[in-house]
Antibody, heavy 123, light 107 residues
Framework: QVQLVQSGAEVKKPGASVKVSCKAS????????INWVRQATGQGLEWMGW????????GYAQKFQGRISITRNTSMITAYMELSSLRSEDTAVYYC????????????????WGQGTLVIVSS | DIQMTQSPSSLSASVGDRVTFTCRAS??????LAWYQQKPGKAPKLLIY???SLESGVPSRFSGRGSGTEFTLTISSLQPDDFATYYC?????????FGQGTKLEIK
């Protein structure tokens, strides 16, 4: 069955960077885009960006441009989201989510999600 | 950017009730809308895509309607497992965006 398993919780100081991993199983990793969505405590969902694991092409929400990098290691069937220059407002649960399509093909909703990774930014 | 607005923000209902949530987009998104259910401490779960298509494995008491800017999610007969927060998401254009959620509570 399809699974996305994320790395564990992180505590970071303001100004630092965090890198969250998302390991895929149960499907062909390179055939489906991976997206990242975050959720601050008690708040709604916020889309951050996407990556095509086959090409490595990415796209990011304007809000995170310059601070976010989504990459992959195809041999390890793992996607990564790195966020830099962390501030307290970045404290949230970060989710990876699979899109049932890739590139210009297929739909753009999210059919499978990782379990979430809590990132706490605190001095 | 497309703004998604859900109403109500919270709703109290009883097991067996029929409930409807509304999601409005700030501009037309055709039928490119999904609905998710989220329980505390868990990842969102896909319920509906393309406004009215039921995801595999989701009970048929869930249904979605709408196109353009106005959409609804209906649960025909509430079950105890349905008490959760529901989010809509537009995927018509980047950046994808979510509504702020409707929290469904037990009356």
């Amino acid at each position: 069955q399809v699974q996305l398993v994320q790395s564990g919780a992180e505590v970071k100081k303001p100004g630092a960077s965090v890198k969250v991993s998302c390991k895929a199983s149960g499907y062909t990793f390179t055939n489906y885009d991976i997206n990242w969505v975050r959720q601050a405590t008690g708040q709604g969902l916020e889309w951050m960006g996407w990556m095509n694991p086959n090409s490595g092409n990415t796209g990011y929400a304007q809000k995170f441009q310059g601070r976010i990098s989504i990459t992959r290691n195809t041999s390890m069937i793992t996607a990564y989201m790195e966020l830099s220059s962390l501030r307290s407002e970045d404290t949230a649960v970060y989710y990876c989510a699979r899109r049932p399509g890739a590139g210009t093909l297929g739909a753009r909703y999210f059919d499978y999600w990782g379990q979430g990774t809590l990132v706490i930014v605190s001095s | 950017d497309i703004q998604m607005t859900q109403s109500p923000s919270s709703l109290s209902a009883s097991v067996g009730d029929r409930v409807t949530f509304t999601c409005r987009a700030s501009q037309s998104i055709s039928s490119w809308l999904a609905w998710y259910q989220q329980k505390p401490g868990k990842a969102p779960k896909l319920l509906i895509y393309k406004a009215s298509s039921l995801e595999s494995g989701v009970p048929s008491r869930f249904s979605g309607r709408g196109s353009g800017t106005e959409f609804t999610l209906t649960i025909s007969s509430l079950q105890p497992d349905d008490f959760a927060t529901y989010y809509c998401q537009q995927y018509n254009s980047f950046p994808y965006s979510f509504g702020q959620g409707t929290k469904l509570e037990i009356k």
